[in-house]
């Protein structure tokens, strides 16, 4: 008997852990469409893009897109607007001219911390309750996570 209780038990834990991850991916989508309607500012993907140029003052398209996990020809398009919308410059580098180097502009460095100031304040603000060892045990989830999309 007690056997199957466990086994029950896990079974609930399963189902209640599945339907949080489409919770989660159901947010990461309503997070898409809030973004596109922005008039202006910086939407997530493309802060999660330029956050490493908090640390650097220039990195290169290669270095950017690798950082974010995104292909190269997607970070590029979307470097391409942000050059268009006055957030960065990018020129080729003059000791490799096949690599370009992006720079964030003084208006996209206001935007891209304000963003990141209002990103990390929620976050905080969300986990503040949350124990070290709920922390860790989310942590070894979300990597679990990881690897089960990466096999998709």
Do not use: C, F
């Amino acid at each position: 008997m007690q056997g199957n209780e466990s086994q029950n038990e896990r079974e609930r834990a399963v189902d209640e852990l599945e339907q949080a991850y489409r919770s989660l991916s159901a947010a990461q989508r309503r997070l898409r469409g809030r973004d596109a309607m922005l008039d202006e500012g910086l939407s997530v993907p493309q802060y999660q893009l330029l956050r490493p140029l908090l640390e650097k003052a220039e990195m290169s398209s290669g270095e950017l897109s690798s950082a974010a996990g995104l292909t190269p020809a997607t970070a590029t398009h979307m470097l391409d607007q942000l050059v268009r919308s006055g957030m960065i410059t990018r020129e080729r580098s003059a000791e490799d001219r096949r690599v370009v180097i992006t720079r964030l502009t003084p208006d996209g460095r206001r935007h891209l911390q304000e963003r990141h100031d209002s990103v990390m304040n929620a976050w905080k603000s969300m986990i503040d309750d949350l124990s070290d060892d709920a922390l860790r045990n989310a942590s070894d989830v979300l990597a679990h996570m990881v690897q089960y999309l990466d096999t998709l």
